[in-house]
């Protein structure tokens, strides 16, 4: 059996891959890297992760980062645990990767435009906020009317999509982006939280939380 780690901080988007973890059922230890006191650019974890980011995933001493990337990889090793739709089409395949790009390459980003616009700038961030906040309302449209016509995104089972998408809204929703005008999405965030391996995922970061002295991010 593969030795697994997870490096994470606690309810930062390494949240995501830990839910798929958990949903798998696989033994993994789990690492906290404190991102807010700068850990992540010390030496000990650029040694390990030198793009100095959270989620690092340790498989057998080989590194991968990303969350798409983790979630392809533990679906593919794992295609029992039903991470993402199963499907004999390469084009299929395609288009679901495409949307875990588009989640972590274009939602993931909105959505930090909001939580954390001094990351975009240099000097005032106002512009990049209210940019942000255009940013997600396009997304949180498309987002609401897909989840109107089905209980997850793939319609009628959870994936790991549902997930991640439910960490960047919880994370616009965080910043004071209200989702009011969005009930499938509220709909949406309480199924997923009802996932066992969600609330499992939860348990394990707040017990990391208390053990390091550190806070959810929020």
């Known amino acids: 059996m593969a030795k697994v780690c997870l490096y994470h901080y606690p309810g930062a988007c390494s949240q995501v891959t830990m839910v798929a973890l958990e949903a798998i059922g696989l033994a993994y230890e789990d690492c906290v890297v404190d991102i807010f006191s700068g850990a992540q650019k010390k030496a000990e974890y650029l040694t390990l992760n030198p793009r100095a980011k959270v989620p690092a995933l340790l498989v057998d001493e080989q590194l991968l980062t990303e969350n798409s990337a983790m979630i392809i990889y533990l679906h593919s090793v794992h295609p029992e645990a039903k991470l993402l739709p199963a499907t004999d089409s390469e084009f299929e395949r395609a288009r679901i990767y495409a949307d875990l790009v588009w989640c ?9 435009m909001l939580r954390a616009p001094q990351r975009f700038s240099l000097s005032e961030t106002s512009g990049v906020y209210d940019k942000g906040v255009e940013y997600v309302r396009l997304i949180l449209a498309e987002l609401n009317t897909r989840l109107v016509a089905n209980p997850w995104w793939y319609g009628g089972d959870w994936s790991m999509m549902d997930v991640y998408l439910h960490w960047c809204y919880g994370m616009a929703l965080e910043a004071g982006f ?38 959810l991010v929020d």
Not at 104 to 111: D, F, K, L, N, R
């Open 104 to 112: 972590s390459g274009t939602v993931h980003p909105a959505v930090r």
């Open 178 to 215: 209200s989702l009011a005008d969005y009930p499938a999405i509220l709909r949406h965030a309480e199924r997923v939280e009802l996932l066992p391996s969600y609330q499992r995922a939860l348990a394990r970061e707040q017990q990391a939380a208390r053990k390091a002295g550190l806070e």
